[in-house]
């Protein structure tokens, strides 16, 4: 069963998904509880999780953003900036981040979804990043850029065999007859 994106629905669950070498992970965004799909997978929610505006591609713009993970440590428990500070930026850099809408169609769909998540955007992690704001908040934000960043800048490379075969893998021998500097002993007019 597919979703028809004019059909009348009761909500939309902003879910996450965190590739990682350990796993995916997967997130409500600011809804408490679990959620479990069609497909059995569970979605843990929080209202600790925040993500920044989504913003599709355009206009030259790679748009990027965060996920925020705001909450007051358990004074007995494990230092959680402590571990993840310890996987390092690695560990999720260059990895899938990809955010899903959950159609609800009735109120009962909340326990027995009948429609799976549908995609809505992908991006790639970038770097986390820690605040102890105050004696007691801490924050831990995963930075995430765009599909396209770096498409606007310029790339580069010269005309010449090795370059062109570079950007489009196969080589153009008629390259190695370009100039290579812009100096002119004569003009040509006048």
Known sequence: MTFDPRAEVIGVLDLVSIDTPDGVFRFLVGVDGIFTDVDGHQWIGSRLIGASDLRPSIQGEA????????????????????????????????????????????????????????????????DVQFDLSGALERRITLNFEGPFTGRNRAPGLQYTVADHSRLIGAGNASLRFMPTDMFQEQKLFG
């Open 63 to 126: 748009a990027g953003g965060s996920l925020t993970l705001a909450f007051i440590p358990d004074p007995d428990g494990a230092d959680l900036i402590a571990e993840v500070r310890a996987l390092g930026t690695d560990y999720i850099r260059d990895r899938e981040i990809i955010f899903w809408d959950q159609p609800l169609l009735s109120m009962a769909e909340f326990h027995a979804p009948t429609l799976p998540p549908q995609r809505f955007l992908t991006r790639r992690g970038r």
